[in-house]
T-cell receptor, first 113, second 111 residues
Framework: GESVGLHLPTLSVQEGDNSIINCAYS??????FIWYKQESGKGPQFIID?????DKRQGQRVTVLLNKTVKHLSLQIAATQPGDSAVYFC????????????FGAGTRLTVKP | DAMVIQNPRYQVTQFGKPVTLSCSQT?????MYWYQQKSSQAPKLLFH???????NEADTPDNFQSRRPNTSFCFLDIRSPGLGDAAMYLC??????????FGPGTRLTVL
């Protein structure tokens, strides 16, 4: 079946650097793509989403890029801070499929002070 | 202020002994979800309720059942837990996608 997945399982960056977390997807029918942050011992926390008819969306210190040609999604975190250390999941949502949302494999981001 | 509450946070049960996990929400969202998350893996959707309509994932084992007696509460029943059911169970709510609000999870241990 179609799925959402990530290229890299771990990412280590220096505090203050920019981070880029990547995700590949295969379901071209998805309506939304979403990034979640999950800290140890907590539930996932919504970061940002992007509709399938957009290619870029910016939030506070985060930018999501969507390349539908190659079915690639990325999350850019500017000036990465120690508090950004977590596992990041991309997910896809297909509205016609009864409000389902499917997660891809996560990337663990470690920020070195 | 807690918005999605899960109880208990930690649950220990014995192999084959039924267990119920609970979730409550103060957001008045119409959709509630249950996910299973094993160590170092992505959350896996088990089922969700859209209002009172139950939507089961095709690969969710029959061992897992759910009840939603009202808008605020949703329960996950595991009828005969096996060792492979040890995991974090996450409850989430949404008014409309794409944003879901997750609870802190219940970590289930099966002895």
């Amino acid at each position: 079946g179609e799925s959402v997945g990530l290229h890299l399982p771990t990412l280590s960056v220096q505090e203050g650097d920019n981070s880029i977390i990547n995700c590949a997807y295969s379901n071209s029918a998805s309506d939304y793509f979403i990034w979640y942050k999950q800290e140890s011992g907590k539930g996932p926390q919504f970061i940002i989403d992007i509709r399938s008819n957009m290619d870029k969306r910016q939030g506070q210190r985060v930018t999501v890029l969507l390349n539908k040609t190659v079915k690639h999604l990325s999350l850019q975190i500017a000036a990465t801070q120690p508090g950004d250390s977590a596992v990041y999941f991309c997910a896809e949502a297909v509205f016609y499929n009864n409000n389902d949302m499917r997660f891809g494999a996560g990337t663990r981001l470690t920020v070195k002070p | 202020d807690a918005m999605v509450i899960q109880n208990p946070r930690y649950q220990v049960t014995q192999f084959g002994k039924p267990v119920t996990l609970s979730c409550s929400q103060t957001l008045n969202h119409n959709v509630m979800y249950w996910y299973q998350q094993k160590s170092s893996q992505a959350p896996k959707l088990l089922f969700h309720y859209y209002d009172k309509d139950f939507n089961n994932e095709a690969d969710t084992p029959d061992n897992f059942q759910s009840r939603r007696p009202n808008t605020s509460f949703c329960f996950l029943d595991i009828r005969s837990p096996g060792l492979g059911d040890a995991a974090m169970y996450l409850c989430a709510t949404s008014r409309e996608l794409p944003e879901q609000f997750f609870g802190p999870g219940t970590r289930l241990t099966v002895l």
